[in-house]
């Protein structure tokens, strides 16, 4: 299909019966002095809930995303939602920002106006960018994806989306978690199209790929990263493994869900334990409601089951690829330091053609939410240059 505009609508039914789910919530006791030790706080959760419940006002946040620009089109048989904001400026940048796991397209919700009207903003005379934010397929407003491995096509697909769809021939692509393996697709692929790529971190697969001779930052980000699975990794175990099993009750229970989601959230930022330090309960349940109306939590774990359970073919048609593309598309790293493990510059180099590193001061694995401002300045100062080496091209 085309190119269609797309408003959010959830459906009230739904609405209605998330209440009464929500009314019937049965929270675990938990052990009082865990607090957070265990998982999601039950004393948090609770509280959560309740105003999910009495408080929360979905039709105000529907509202509020409505106010952007949304479309929907078909891509090799998968419909695709994404956010199409076009920069205020003559000549805005062509920039696709891909997010990832447990968040969705309102990632990058505070960054766009700041992108799309940096004038407007305080950013001088900073270029305007043209922004696009897809919803991955299998999240939100995207179709789910009907066969395995299509995770490894979502690097064609947006391919296909800005070029064939939208007509941008260049542009240059952002991500985090999934976003940055999704990125790295494209340079390795299209880096005829791709002017660059801005990431938040070193895919993780690659740490699968040790080669013989380490750093010594290296070996320490290595081990950091094996005691984060040790720790931390379960959840992808299971969303890896048996995805149908977990999904079961988080698609059945509000509270499951959203202790499944707040828990990463909570982990992962860098908020010192004060997890509404960071982000509104309004941005947390926003987030959370996307995925219980549109039923797509199984989905969102798709990615991770086909990663880990691909074959030798096709980890080596992927190597393959790589050693083709994506060494050589200019590559940026923004690293925070309360993501989950942050690498060091000769990992990173390893696999991507690095020309800007920067360590932030404070942020974590949302960097978009938590730290716009550092987030927009570091993506400025990586595509504006590089735009200006297209044109003059």
Excluded at 19 to 42: H, N, Q
């Amino acid at each position: 299909m085309a190119v269609e505009p797309f408003r959010i609508d959830v459906n009230q039914l739904v609405l209605d019966d998330l209440k009464s789910r929500l009314e019937e919530t049965r929270i675990s006791p938990g052990i009082a002095e865990a607090d957070w030790d265990y998982g999601t706080s039950p004393a948090y959760l609770e509280d959560l809930c309740a105003y999910w419940r009495y408080e929360f006002d979905w039709r105000k946040q529907e509202k509020y995303l409505n106010e952007f620009a949304h479309f929907r089109c078909e891509v090799d048989d998968i419909g695709l939602h994404f956010i199409h904001e076009r920069g205020k400026g003559d000549n805005s940048i062509p920039l696709l920002l891909v997010h990832g796991w447990p968040d969705t397209f309102t990632r990058f919700l505070k960054v766009l106006p700041m992108l799309t009207d940096p004038a407007a903003h305080g950013l001088g005379d900073q270029p305007s960018f043209d922004v696009i934010v897809p919803s991955l397929p299998g999240f939100g407003f995207s179709d789910k994806p009907q066969k395995r491995g299509v995770t490894f096509s979502f690097g064609d697909l947006f391919h296909k989306l800005m070029t064939q769809e939208l007509g941008y021939q260049r542009f240059g692509v952002q991500g985090g978690d999934w976003g940055s393996i999704v990125a790295e697709q494209m340079a390795r692929s299209h880096s005829s199209s791709v002017i660059g790529v801005h990431l938040t971190d070193v895919p993780f697969f690659h740490m699968f790929q040790k080669p013989d001779e380490l750093s010594g930052a290296e070996n320490k980000y290595l081990k950091k990263m094996e005691a984060f699975q040790q720790k931390e990794g379960a959840y992808a175990l299971i969303q890896s493994t048996r995805p149908q099993s977990l999904a079961c009750g988080l698609n059945d229970s509000p509270a499951g869900l959203a202790a499944w989601i707040v828990e990463k959230f909570r982990a992962w930022s860098d908020c010192d334990g004060d997890l509404e330090s960071r982000f509104s309960r309004d941005e947390i349940l926003t987030n959370i409601m996307i995925y219980w109306a549109t039923q797509t939590i199984e989905s969102s774990f798709f990615p991770y089951y086909d990663m880990a359970n691909a074959g030798a073919l096709r980890w080596t048609a992927e190597a393959v690829k790589s050693w083709l593309g994506s060494t050589h598309v200019p590559a940026g790293f923004a690293l925070f330091p309360k993501d989950l493990v942050t690498p060091p510059r000769e990992w990173a180099e390893r696999f991507f053609n690095v020309q800007r590193w920067t360590v932030m001061p404070r942020g974590g694995h949302f960097a978009a939410m938590e730290e716009p401002e550092l987030f927009v300045a570091d993506v400025g100062a990586m595509f504006v240059p590089l735009w200006a080496t297209v044109e003059k091209a």
